[in-house]
């Protein structure tokens, strides 16, 4: 089956820690996206990449990082510098960076103490 | 600017239609888009629209554009209770970089009762 998977569904942190949140897809697509949802919002733009080896900021990218060493994975690294890093985070993808619709991966709900 | 904004609540009877309702401020939006969110769950695409339409149908799904007045609404014939659940509306801007960016509204919760 293709699609995309976010591992953990829950994770909880102490205050000061990283923590790194995966993202992988098997859809062959070279676009991957980092948001972030609170609730009684909408999703946020945290990072994007349009390929492999590059990325760039969203509108809310402090306290965060990303890599894409490899196509099928986007992982998100959210830093002890991120000051609500409390948050449901979701990731997803789509054939290219311009003009076509994004698959979106079940989420982790992230909880820091 | 980049602003979307829905209302944050719906209720219906099962049976009835629903009618969800956005409305976006880019008016160089390429596409807008339709996702559903179950609880604790990602955002499944539901539908999309072209700018240069008015009207898309889609078995229960009707998603109407007026791109005058910046306006889209989805609505859904004979809900059931199964589309329970929070419906995101988004823009689709393109800036000079090429990349597509969402912009999503704040969500509608719609509740289906029995």
């Known amino acids: 089956d293709g699609g995309i998977t976010q591992s953990p569904k829950y994770l909880f942190r102490k205050e000061g820690q990283n923590v790194t949140l995966s993202c992988e897809q098997n859809?062959?697509?070279?676009?991957m996206y980092w948001y972030r949802q609170d609730p009684g919002q909408g999703l946020r733009l945290i990072y994007y990449s349009q390929i492999v080896n590059d990325f760039q900021k969203g509108d809310i990218a402090e306290g965060y990082s990303v890599s894409r060493e490899k196509k099928e994975s986007f992982p998100l690294t959210v830093t002890s510098a991120q000051k609500n890093p409390t948050a449901f985070y979701l990731c997803?993808?789509?054939?290219?960076?311009?003009?076509?619709?994004?698959?979106f991966g079940p989420g982790t709900r992230l909880t820091v103490t | 600017g980049e602003d979307v904004e829905q209302s944050l609540f719906l209720s219906v009877r099962e049976g009835d239609s629903s009618v969800i309702n956005c409305t976006y401020t880019?008016?160089?939006?390429?596409?807008l888009y339709w996702y559903k969110q179950e609880p604790g769950a990602g955002l499944q695409l539901l539908t999309y629209i072209f700018s240069n339409m008015d009207m898309k149908q889609d078995q229960r799904l009707t998603v109407l554009l007026n791109k005058k007045d910046k306006h889209l609404s989805l609505r859904i014939a004979d809900t059931q209770t199964g589309d329970s659940a929070i419906y995101f509306c988004?823009?689709?801007?393109?800036?000079?970089?090429?990349?597509?960016?969402?912009?999503f509204g704040t969500g509608t919760r719609l509740l289906v009762s029995p």
């Open positions: 880019d008016s160089s939006s390429t596409y």
């Open positions: 997803a993808s789509s054939i290219a960076a311009s003009n076509y619709e994004q698959y």
């Open positions: 859809l062959n697509h070279d676009a």
């Open positions: 988004a823009e689709s801007i393109i800036p000079d970089t090429g990349f597509q960016k969402l912009v």
